[in-house]
């Protein structure tokens, strides 16, 4: 094989995770976006919620401007303040499932192609009760999801044990969400990254297989996780081949060999991958960035050898 990923994925990249103090809808947004879109390496981007109507509005034009995708994540809206999809208290979970219904429209609004979210923490002698739970918060909003459009709404596999400590989860509860939800609603998908499968105790092969045809989106990280006393460890994203951890350009290949053996990775509808990678310390963004596009450079030489 010798033809660029670009035809078989569009690059993108995770906005509010490249540039720190975005995740919370206010900072720099504009500045950060306007990097981002000015460099043609990337065919998408990913953002979170935007306080400033006008800023919003602003990110929009620049967004259809220079001609790239746009996906909406959810996540930081749960994770900033704490919310629970899957919360034992139905006003909780209320607060919850109304937090992500205006980012939906927030999503809509600025023409984003994808929604995601994360279940949330849960009791291990509670699961089943959590797992209800998730799943009447998931019907509502994949319900208000598709009264306003066809956009898919993804919920993204993280740790179970470690970090998030998700209910979604190991690849046997994710295959199980997501068989449930997809009878029901055809927007609904789950949404992979390399840096959470580690952190699963999985492989990409056991991780991936199982949920194949429900994975919707994906993306590309990093994580450390060889003992709690190393720098970035956990959920942190770090940069591909930061000390002591799992990913570097040899398991992104993998990574990537996968998606393409089980036909996610295709040159029909090429599917938005986007790198999830943030600064460490006083690591600076554009750095860390660079980074992320020669490593997958060098992964999909590795890719292409391979095929």
């Known amino acids: 094989m010798n033809t660029s990923f670009r035809e078989y994925m569009r690059p993108g990249i995770i906005l509010h995770m490249a540039y720190d103090g975005l995740a919370t809808g206010t900072g720099p947004v504009l500045e950060c976006l306007s990097h981002i879109a000015e460099d043609d390496y990337f065919d ?54 109304d937090r992500i219904k205006d980012a939906i429209d927030e999503a809509y609004e600025i023409g984003a192609e994808g929604f995601s979210f994360l279940a949330g923490q849960y009791e291990e002698n509670k699961i089943d009760e959590a797992f209800e739970n998730l799943l009447e918060s998931t019907r509502q909003i994949c319900a208000y999801a598709a009264q306003k459009g066809d956009m898919p709404v993804l919920c993204e596999v993280f740790d179970y044990d470690i970090d998030k400590k998700s209910l979604i989860g190991p690849v046997d ?12 609603y055809s927007n609904f ?36 996780i060889a003992s709690p006393n190393l720098p970035a460890y956990g959920d942190m994203h ?69 095929n």
């Open 44 to 97: 998408a981007v990913e953002i979170t919620h935007i306080e400033n109507d006008e800023i919003r509005k602003k990110a929009a034009e620049i967004i259809k401007v220079s001609h790239m995708a746009v996906a909406y994540g959810g996540q930081p809206c749960l994770l900033t303040t704490g919310m629970n999809l899957n919360h034992p208290d139905p006003n909780e979970r209320k607060k919850a499932v």
């Open 173 to 184: 509860r994710a295959k199980k969400y997501a068989e449930i939800m997809t009878k029901e």
């Open 189 to 224: 998908g789950l949404m992979v990254d390399c840096s959470h499968i580690p952190m699963l105790h999985e492989t990409f092969e056991e991780s991936l297989i199982p949920v194949k045809k429900y994975i919707r989106h994906a993306h590309m990280g990093n994580t450390v």
């Open 238 to 306: 770090p940069r591909f081949g930061f000390p002591n951890s799992e990913n570097d350009v040899a398991e992104l290949a993998h990574y990537l060999q996968v998606l393409l053996d089980i036909g996610f990775l295709n040159k029909e509808h090429p599917p938005i991958v986007s790198f999830e990678v943030k600064p460490y310390g006083d690591e600076k963004s554009e750095f860390v960035i660079a980074n992320a596009k020669r490593t997958l450079n060098a992964a999909w030489k590795l890719v292409e050898e391979k």
